[in-house]
């Protein structure tokens, strides 16, 4: 039983480009969120998805698309990377009782 | 909107002494309030919830309504506490759940 994978663990992008986020869970849980974690300012939740079919926005969407594929896989994407948003980006799946199991995080410098 | 506040970003404390990570949230309905931790280099997990009124690893939490506040406590802290802290509120009927900004806590031997 993984809980919540995400790839990829580090990443390293030049200002300007783009890339996906993936993660996925084994868990049957319906939602899934992305946050960012930033020193001093705790974890900001940037998108999140209730069920399949359904995102919304969170405290921080700007420069950042979802996709939920299906139940499993929710990706996060950055169109335009921007030294800004250099962080440690964290997957999470909530189940019935609300306990959100966390992804290992991943590591994200814009150069 | 909901929103959750955790005043101290570091609490240093010694080993034995007690300890109070102070949490305080706003949110017009009944919340689900939670606890959650990170020890150095491992995931994010759930240490307690309002609900379950339960003590995990000697720590509790209470909801206190009326302050609005929902601060957790230790009464005689151990190194292995030593961790970021996360206090989370999330709202009914499948609301989103949102975190606050975290507390380091450091307990010296």
């Known amino acids: 039983n993984a809980g919540v994978t995400q790839t990829p663990k580090f990443q390293v992008l030049k200002t300007g480009q783009s890339m996906t986020l993936q993660c996925a869970q084994d868990?049957?849980?319906?939602?899934m969120y992305w946050y960012r974690q930033d020193p001093g300012m705790g974890l900001r939740l940037i998108y999140y998805?209730?069920?399949?079919?359904?995102?919304d926005k969170g405290e921080v969407p700007n420069g950042y698309n979802v996709s939920r594929l299906n139940k499993r896989e929710f990706s996060l994407r950055l169109e335009s990377a921007a030294p800004s948003q250099t962080s440690v980006y964290f997957c999470?799946?909530?189940?019935?009782?609300?306990?959100?199991?966390f992804g290992q995080g991943t590591r994200l410098t814009v150069v | 909107a909901q929103r959750v506040t955790q005043p101290e970003k570091l609490l240093s404390v010694f080993k034995g002494a007690p300890v109070e990570l102070k949490c305080n949230y706003s949110?017009?309905?009944?919340?689900?309030l939670f606890w959650y931790v990170q020890y150095s280099r491992q995931r994010l997990q759930l240490l307690l919830r309002?609900?379950s009124r339960e003590s995990i690893k000697g720590f509790t939490a209470d909801l206190n309504k009326g302050e609005t506040s929902f601060h957790l406590k230790k009464p005689f802290a151990q190194e292995e506490d030593s961790a970021m802290y996360y206090c989370?509120?999330?709202?009914?009927?499948?609301?989103?759940?949102?975190f606050g900004t975290g507390t380091r806590l450091l307990v010296s031997p």
């Open positions: 989370a509120l999330r709202g009914g009927g499948f609301q989103k759940l949102v």
């Open positions: 998805s209730a069920s399949e079919g359904t995102t």
């Open positions: 309002h609900i």
């Open positions: 868990m049957n849980h319906n939602s």
């Open positions: 999470a799946s909530i189940d019935r009782v609300s306990e959100a199991f």
């Open positions: 949110y017009s309905g009944s919340p689900e």
